[in-house]
Every structure is written in C-alpha cells, then in structure tokens.
C-alpha cells in the first residue's frame, strides 16, 4: 500500500456535484428532513442489536439442545452484521445522529463486533472513500495475493479458480478483524501518520486496541466457557457466528465496486486522476436492488452505494429517496449510473468479473 498521493481533477466545467448537491440539498430543504438520522433508524439499531445480542444470553442462560444453540450463533453472525451495516456504519460517518456523542457511542458498536474505530475510519472513510477502486490505495480491493480484485494486481495460476474459492474466504472477514488485522492495521497507519480527523497518540491507540481485544475475548470466549459450556463448543460457535457475518459483509461490499461496469483507473505519472472526486465515484461504484425494499432496509443502504460514495454525510436512511435526484443528475450530464436491478444480477456479475480476472493474465499491469 503507497502513500496517498492521490490528486483528483479539480475543474469540473459542467459543475455536475455543484449541481447535484443544490438539488439534493433542496429536497431535504423543501421536505424539512435532517440528513441524519430518524426514529427508524433508532427502531431499526434496537433490532439490530437485538438479533445480534439476544441469542448470546439464550445460549448462556437456557437449557437447550447444540443445535439451537448452533442456530443462535448464525442468527448472532447475522445479527453483527446488521449493526455492523446498519449502526456502525452510519455512527463512523457522523451522521446516525445530530449529536456527535451519539454517533461516537454508535460508531463505537465495532468493538462488539470485533474491530477497531480508528482502524475502520482510516480505512474506510479515509483511504476508500478518498481513492475509491484505486490500486494500490483502496484497502477494500486489496487481498493480498490469494484473490485478484483489480486488473493493476499481478496475476497468479491460482487466481484462475478465484471465483470459486473466493466464497469460502469470504467468511473470514470479521474472524480477521478479531485476531490479525486490527494489529496490522494500527502498525501500518500510525507509521504512515493517517488518521480520521485528529490523529491519536501511539499509547492511546495500542492501549485502547489491546483493553478492547481483552474484553471481546472475556465476553465471547471466556465467559461462556465459566459457565460451562465445552471449550470446543464454544470456540465452534464463535467462529460460525464470525463467519455468517464476514460472509455476508464481504458479499455486500464487493457488489458496490467489484464488478466489470466499474471502472479501476490509476493516475497519471504525476499522480493526478482524470476526473473529479464526485465524478470519480460514479465510474467507480455501482448500486444493486435499489428498489428493494427488504434489501434496502438490511443492508443499511449498502446496495445505493452510488449515493453513499457521492454523501457520505447524509444517513443511508434517506438513500432512496435522493436515489432518483442522482440518477437523473447524472443522465442529464451524460456520466455513468452502474446498477443491478436484483441482488442476484449482482453477484452474477461479481464472480463473473473474478473468473475474468482470474483467467485472462494478460489483464495483468
């Protein structure tokens, strides 16, 4: 991973986001709407946590057979995921609440799902959200060599089975976070001074990530062997709880950039990118069953990706509502729109774009 060096085009002559942000800021002017969240999005985080948490204290606390207790922990990784989706994410943006205290209290909720705050915003708010499908400077497309994400990234025999064996990787999304990633990630970004906004001390960082990991591991390890339950089966339920969750993380996340109609384009030998930022977004980011409701309401808006890339400051609650403004914005000054009509589409097209990527070296750079 390069240093971010990235500089995006800064003259847009026909001023598509100026344009598009008047009218989106419009709608919420007209309609008297906050860009944050609501009433259902708090409905929809006691839910969340619910479906996350409840199942943990059922497996404790009452007397039933493994195989619910092995169905608890699928509902649990489901559950994690949701408020990874639907809580988290909208908590790290800044924009579940209009109170920052709030947002950090909720963005707060991936130390219960594994993971680290100031990690997740240097990743994904900074580095993907910045250099979106970028090689080289979005994490998100990076797997290291076992899985080949972009046509920049050199090409392996093995990448020629990727998109069967990508799947089953997958899974292990969460599970990473919890024992390896977070590590790496803290050495990497504190020697490379990124940060989210104020940049912690080292102390701050590795104490926090280490009192964290210690309390995750007390809470979903080490307790539920105190009770009683078999070490092994307790370490079977955690992983499946982990896997459910990184499986369906990882699959929503790679629909948004991961497919053959968005573009991966580098910069030039000076490092400077063709397009705006904005603009940029919308070669590099695709939206999927935007129309689905159910889709919409369990991913937390993850499948209007093309929304969320251009407002990243606005709650996923409103995503389909201002779907319509961007989608028309774009037509009208002839830039892209990349979107499936079902989630299937989607990930037909994903592995489809992984076999490619995997069979033809010489799309290697």
Same mark, same amino acid.
């Given at each position: 991973?390069?240093?971010?060096?990235?500089?995006?085009?800064?003259?847009?002559?026909?001023?598509?986001?100026?344009?598009?942000?008047?009218?989106?800021?419009?709608?919420?002017?007209?309609?008297?709407?906050?860009?944050?969240?609501?009433?259902?999005?708090?409905?929809?985080?006691?839910?969340?946590?619910?479906?996350?948490?409840?199942?943990?204290?059922?497996?404790?606390?009452?007397?039933?057979?493994?195989?619910?207790?092995?169905?608890?922990?699928?509902?649990?990784?489901?559950?994690?995921?949701?408020?990874?989706?639907?809580?988290?994410?909208?908590?790290?943006?800044?924009?579940?609440?209009? !109170?920052? *205290?709030?947002?950090?209290?909720?963005?707060?909720? @991936? #130390? &219960?799902?594994?993971?680290? /705050?100031?990690?997740?915003?240097?990743?994904?708010?900074?580095?993907?959200?910045?250099?979106?499908?970028?090689?080289?400077?979005?994490?998100?497309?990076?797997?290291?060599?076992?899985?080949?994400?972009?046509?920049?990234?050199?090409?392996?025999?093995?990448?020629?089975?990727?998109?069967?064996?990508?799947?089953?990787?997958?899974?292990?999304?969460?599970?990473?976070?919890?024992?390896?990633?977070?590590?790496?990630?803290?050495?990497?970004?504190?020697?490379?001074?990124?940060?989210?906004?104020?940049?912690?001390?080292?102390? !701050?960082? *590795?104490?926090?990530?280490?009192?964290?990991?210690? @309390? #995750? &591991?007390?809470?979903?390890? /080490?307790?539920?062997?105190?009770?009683?339950?078999?070490?092994?089966?307790?370490?079977?339920?955690?992983?499946?709880?982990?896997?459910?969750?990184?499986?369906?993380?990882?699959?929503?996340?790679?629909?948004?950039?991961?497919?053959?109609?968005?573009?991966?384009?580098?910069?030039?030998?000076?490092?400077?990118?063709?397009?705006?930022?904005?603009?940029?977004?919308?070669?590099?980011?695709?939206?999927?069953?935007?129309?689905?409701?159910?889709?919409?309401?369990?991913?937390?808006?993850?499948?209007?990706?093309?929304?969320?890339?251009?407002?990243?400051?606005?709650?996923?609650?409103?995503?389909?509502?201002?779907?319509?403004?961007?989608?028309?914005?774009?037509?009208?000054?002839?830039?892209?729109?990349?979107?499936?009509?079902?989630?299937?589409?989607?990930?037909?097209?994903?592995?489809?774009?992984?076999?490619?990527?995997?069979?033809?070296?010489?799309?290697?750079?």
């Amino acid at each position: 991973m390069t240093n971010p060096t990235i500089k995006f085009a800064r003259k847009d002559p026909q001023k598509f986001f100026r344009t598009l942000n008047k009218r989106v800021n419009a709608y919420f002017r007209d309609n008297d709407l906050q860009k944050t969240g609501n009433w259902k999005l708090h409905l929809k985080a006691a839910i969340m946590f619910t479906a996350f948490l409840a199942p943990y204290f059922l497996i404790l606390f009452l007397d039933i057979s493994d195989w619910w207790k092995l169905l608890f922990t699928v509902l649990m990784g489901a559950g994690m995921a949701g408020v990874g989706m639907n809580v988290m994410h909208d908590g790290n943006h800044g924009v579940y609440s209009k !109170k920052k *205290w709030v947002n950090k209290f909720m963005g707060s909720s @991936i #130390y &219960v799902l594994a993971g680290n /705050v100031y990690n997740w915003q240097v990743q994904h708010n900074v580095l993907h959200h910045t250099y979106t499908n970028i090689h080289g400077h979005d994490e998100d497309i990076d797997a290291g060599r076992v899985i080949r994400f972009s046509k920049h990234a050199k090409w392996r025999k093995f990448h020629k089975f990727q998109h069967i064996y990508s799947v089953f990787l997958y899974g292990l999304l969460t599970f990473n976070w919890a024992i390896t990633t977070d590590f790496m990630q803290t050495k990497n970004y504190l020697k490379r001074q990124l940060s989210y906004g104020e940049m912690p001390s080292k102390w !701050k960082q *590795w104490s926090t990530l280490a009192v964290t990991k210690l @309390i #995750y &591991v007390t809470v979903w390890l /080490v307790i539920p062997m105190l009770i009683g339950i078999t070490w092994w089966k307790v370490l079977l339920g955690f992983f499946v709880m982990h896997y459910t969750a990184g499986l369906i993380l990882s699959v929503i996340f790679q629909l948004a950039h991961v497919v053959e109609d968005n573009d991966m384009p580098l910069p030039n030998e000076k490092g400077e990118m063709k397009n705006t930022w904005a603009i940029h977004q919308l070669f590099t980011t695709a939206n999927f069953a935007a129309n689905n409701k159910i889709v919409n309401w369990l991913t937390g808006g993850l499948n209007h990706q093309v929304e969320h890339h251009i407002f990243p400051n606005i709650s996923h609650i409103h995503y389909d509502k201002i779907a319509e403004i961007v989608r028309d914005t774009a037509v009208e000054f002839n830039l892209p729109y990349n979107e499936y009509e079902t989630t299937q589409g989607a990930i037909k097209a994903h592995f489809q774009y992984l076999k490619k990527l995997g069979a033809q070296p010489e799309l290697a750079s």
